[in-house]
């Protein structure tokens, strides 16, 4: 089946503007995970949605960073007044009801904020 | 808190050589442990993982794991390594009974370039 896709697959943008980066997660998967990734950082935690729980924004780094996700389904990841050192890919990841331990993985938005 | 580290950033390796990737965590709590494997252009992919049990995980592509509680390390090993291998290898744990808290946590990556 369809796997967790990403939209873009690349993006470029001038600093100080405003970027929207989507998740579709695999369909019937309840939990949504959003981590970014930074060269020679590893992956960082940024949000989790877990069905109509309130979400887990414990990681996000700043309130320029905010993330919603419509109907339990697709997600969408909003970087405000983008910053150079927002420049990273960026990670969704989606886990089945029963088996939530495992964490199925998007190819990454490549965002670089010039 | 918890952390998780890789021992080694880089690791090269001759084809048909075995593998060691080395990691370790740190947890007052019990934990779920994983490797997920990143080969070149793709996304992240999950190698392996620890729940409970055996303390000996088997994976795909040959890999395996083995948790040592004692030693709070989940060392992933291959026998004899291809060519494909080459790609980022990631260790993550999650805390067990955290509540609504399942997010990750994960090492730096550790880079293995198998060679002719």
């Known amino acids: 089946g369809a796997g967790v896709s990403q939209s873009p697959s690349n993006k470029v943008t001038e600093k100080g503007k405003d970027v929207e980066l989507r998740c579709d997660p695999i369909?019937?998967?309840?939990?949504l995970y959003w981590y970014r990734q930074s060269l020679g950082q590893g992956l960082e935690f940024l949000i989790y949605?877990?069905?109509?729980?309130?979400?887990?924004k414990s990681g996000l780094p700043s309130d320029r960073f905010s993330a919603e996700r419509t109907g339990g389904s697709v997600s969408t990841l909003t970087i405000q007044r983008t910053q150079q050192e927002d420049s990273a890919v960026y990670l969704c990841a989606s886990s089945p009801p029963r088996y939530q331990e495992t964490q199925y993985f998007g190819p990454g938005t490549r965002l670089l904020v010039l | 808190a918890q952390s998780v580290t890789q021992l080694d950033s880089q690791v090269p390796v001759f084809e048909e050589a075995p593998v060691e990737l080395r990691c370790n965590y740190s947890?007052?709590?019990?934990?779920?442990l994983f490797w997920y494997v990143q080969y070149p252009n793709q996304g992240l992919q999950l190698l392996l993982k620890?729940?409970?049990?055996s303390t000996l995980v088997k994976g795909i592509n040959g890999f395996e794991a083995e948790f040592n509680k004692s030693q709070t390390s989940f060392h992933l090993r291959k026998p004899s390594v291809h060519i494909s291998d080459t790609a980022e290898y990631f260790c993550a744990v999650r805390v067990i009974n955290a509540g609504n808290n399942r997010k990750l946590i994960w090492g730096l990556g550790t880079s293995l370039a198998v060679n002719p």
């Open positions: 620890y729940l409970s049990g």
């Open positions: 949605f877990q069905g109509n729980s309130a979400p887990d």
């Open positions: 947890s007052s709590v019990s934990v779920y």
């Open positions: 369909s019937g998967h309840t939990a």
